[in-house]
């Protein structure tokens, strides 16, 4: 995964990486995705990223009106014209595109009006849905009330689930709730993600770039690093206060930096998404209940639900599809 900033502020290095890993992955099984505000972007890098299967997830958090609230150059111009233009190139070029967005105060309540508006605009494949980290000193002024932020979400998906379209980060939560599955993970920076920087470190969270911690040279890191092992061991059943959370099964123990920054420690409890759980399980038990309450004779009947009805949360979205863009990436440490 490339991401920034901004990569394609250096193209040259983007093109060395991404041939170098297509040469050197003679099975075919790296997937490689790029985040970009596509405001940079050239046909001739469209045409090297479709080339080389490069999926690309430009950076979008509606229509020009609210994007460019948050999204603009030091100039203070939004950016959201030149966004679209490097879209429709990537698109032109063949890339397989998804959109990102930024959930705050300028996309919320509106959210499913701005979300019809690019998917009937741009047509992505995949759509995630980023959520605000707390601020380290001080309130995040963009920041959005958990419950107003969820249930928007969960009536943004009500959409987007019949338009087929993939939701990454919703799908973290959905998914192991529809297959039963235990998810003992938030976040691949638990023990399955590493980032490398510019100057060398290697760590396992972007959101502690910058901080001084949990970063360590590139040179002498190897998998007994002691932050390593710690960020590993992150799981919510390792935790006495969780043990008892109907939402255990689908919340992974929550953001390690979030918690870090509520509670002093990345293994406390990450509040904000404890709360969020919660609210998308007591969702999730209602929607199947909507789901197969038609099938139900007596008002005393006992109901397992099959696999099958269980899947009609998904409604059109092809969960088994292996090219769906960050699939494999959102499903570690799920199914354990």
């Known amino acids: 995964m490339f991401y920034g900033g901004e990569p394609l502020l250096n193209p040259d290095v983007v093109k060395h990486a991404v041939s170098y890993i297509r040469k050197n992955d003679t099975n ?12 940079v972007i050239t046909r001739e890098m469209a045409e090297f990223l479709a080339n080389n299967d490069v999926f690309v997830i430009v950076s979008m958090d509606g229509p020009a009106e609210i994007h460019d609230q ?24 063949g890339c397989r595109l998804g959109i990102s967005m930024v959930l705050g105060r300028h996309n919320i309540p509106e959210l499913k009006e701005a979300v019809e508006y690019l998917i009937n605009r741009f047509e992505p494949i995949d759509l995630g849905f980023s959520t605000l980290h707390l601020h380290q000193h001080g309130d995040n002024p963009a920041f959005v009330d958990i419950r107003l932020l969820t249930e928007e979400m969960i009536d943004t998906f009500r959409f987007i689930r019949e338009k087929g379209v993939y939701a990454e980060h919703l799908f973290r939560r959905i998914r192991p709730f529809v297959e ?24 396992f969270c972007e959101a502690f770039l910058g901080t001084g911690h949990y970063y360590y040279p590139l040179e002498s890191f190897d998998l007994s690093n002691e ?5 590993k061991g992150i799981s919510p059943v390792r935790r006495e206060e969780c043990l008892r959370c109907p939402s255990i099964a689908i919340c992974g123990g929550g953001c390690p930096y979030d918690a870090w920054v509520q509670h002093g420690s990345i293994n406390s409890l990450d509040t904000i998404r404890c709360q969020q759980s919660n609210i998308l399980l007591e969702w999730l038990i209602w929607d199947l209940f909507d789901q197969i309450k038609g099938e139900i004779k007596e008002p005393l009947d006992i109901v397992i639900p099959e696999p099958a009805q269980r ?10 599809d292996e090219k769906l863009p960050l699939n494999s990436y959102s499903k570690y440490g799920e199914g354990a």
Do not use: H
């Not at 075919?28 to 405001?39: D, H, L, Q, S, Y």
């Not at 948050?70 to 070029?93: I, L, P, S, V, W």
């Open 227 to 231: 932050g390593y092992n710690e960020w």
């Open 70 to 93: 948050m999204r603009c150059y030091a100039n203070g111009q939004g950016g959201f014209e030149d966004t679209a233009k490097g879209y429709d190139t990537c698109k032109d070029a």
């Open 28 to 39: 075919g099984v790296c997937k490689i995705t790029m985040f970009t505000n596509a405001t």
């Open 311 to 320: 899947q009609r949360i998904y409604s059109n979205v092809n969960t088994t």
């Open 180 to 203: 039963q599955q235990l998810r003992l993970k938030d976040c691949p920076s638990c023990g399955g993600k590493f980032l490398v920087t510019p100057d060398k470190s290697i760590g």
